[in-house]
């Protein structure tokens, strides 16, 4: 379920309508998230596959995290990990997961909240869930999506930005059966808590059965809807979409997205991610976690890491975690 709802969405912002001369944008592609695995074990669907990394940009990679119903001492996370040139965004929908990184930042976050992590030149990270969910179990969901830095701010010191759910721009569709939650970004009028290098949005919207969205994007944005859960259309021609696949769109100034009347009964409404930003429009040189330039660039930052100079893990974390073997 989402965490952060409103009892009535009349009392919200609303969604403007598309003007006389706004062009709807057609869907491109629908394609389906493989299913895989990912740290000590935990499910993600990936939600990029199949997908040109020139359409996404500036977007590199998303996961979508679980959805799991964990039995007590089944929930996972991650072992500690480098990262450099690039930013993760990591949104909870339900559950429990811990930050932690070689600089000091971290933190919990919880149903709604986002954590924004810009590794810049480099750190070392890990995600896990709090020993309380482990020993309990539970229902876990939520996401975590790359976003690429420009070649000027692959070297900036890192940062955490720690985004509270209740902190999100709300704001509703005309008849309200929208509810539209701006992570980052102005969209509709609206401008998300998250600060962005690179220019960009990002939006959950909850689409209430037989509810359409049209929802303004600018321009100059690439479009993208990735579908949480639930069943609906996208495009002015109503495509069919589900839960785990991305609709790539066109160019234009608006986006539309219609939930289906009959839903699954533990899906009571249609859930997406909409993603847009400007393109970068330069060489991507990747390798692991490490997003860079140029390979050279890449085989330096597997060098600074094997030397230490990504930093140091706390020692109050080293019980709770090891470096993956692939990095050793």
């Known amino acids: 379920m989402p965490a952060v709802t409103v009892a009535d969405t009349s009392t919200l912002p609303r969604v403007p309508a598309p003007g006389p001369t706004d062009v709807d944008r057609g ?41 799991v119903e964990y039995a007590p001492g089944e929930p996972k996370g991650t072992p ?15 559950g429990t997961f811990e930050h932690g990184d070689s600089h000091g930042g971290g933190g919990t976050i919880t149903d709604g909240d986002t954590q924004w992590m810009t590794a810049g030149s480099g750190l070392l990270h890990i995600e896990r869930p709090p ?29 955490y930005q720690d985004l509270r759910g ?25 401008s998300g808590p998250g600060a962005t290098h690179t220019p960009m949005a990002m939006v959950h919207a909850t689409v209430s059965p037989g509810a359409e969205l049209h929802l303004p994007w600018p321009r100059e944005f690439n479009a993208l809807v990735y579908v949480l ?15 785990g696949q991305l609709a790539l769109f066109g160019g234009g100034d608006a986006i539309t997205v219609g939930g ?13 991610v909409v993603l ?23 085989r330096q930052a597997f060098s600074d890491y094997q030397r230490g100079k990504l930093g140091v893990i706390p020692s109050d974390y080293v019980p709770h975690g090891s470096l993956p073997s692939s990095f050793r």
């Open 27 to 67: 869907v491109r592609t629908v394609t389906t998230a493989p299913k895989g695995y990912e740290g000590e074990g935990f499910p993600v669907r990936r939600a990029f596959a199949g997908v040109d990394l020139s359409d996404l940009d500036p977007f590199l990679h998303m996961d979508q995290l679980g959805e």
């Open 80 to 94: 500690w990990h480098p990262h450099r040139g690039f930013e993760t965004v990591t949104s909870i929908l339900d």
């Open 131 to 159: 020993e309380a969910l482990v020993r309990s179990g539970g229902l876990f969901h939520g996401l975590q999506l790359w976003v690429n830095l420009p070649r000027k701010d692959k070297w900036l010191p890192p940062r």
């Open 166 to 190: 209740g902190e999100s721009a709300l704001a509703a569709s005309p008849d309200g059966g929208a509810l539209v939650r701006v992570i980052a970004g102005d969209v509709a009028g609206v």
């Open 229 to 243: 859960s639930g069943a609906g259309t996208v495009g002015t021609d109503r495509r069919p979409i589900s839960t």
């Open 260 to 272: 289906n009347v009959s839903q699954e009964s533990r899906h009571p409404a249609l859930d997406v």
């Open 276 to 298: 847009g930003g400007l393109p970068i429009r330069e060489p991507v040189a990747w390798a692991g976690p490490f997003v860079m330039n140029t390979e050279d660039e890449v």
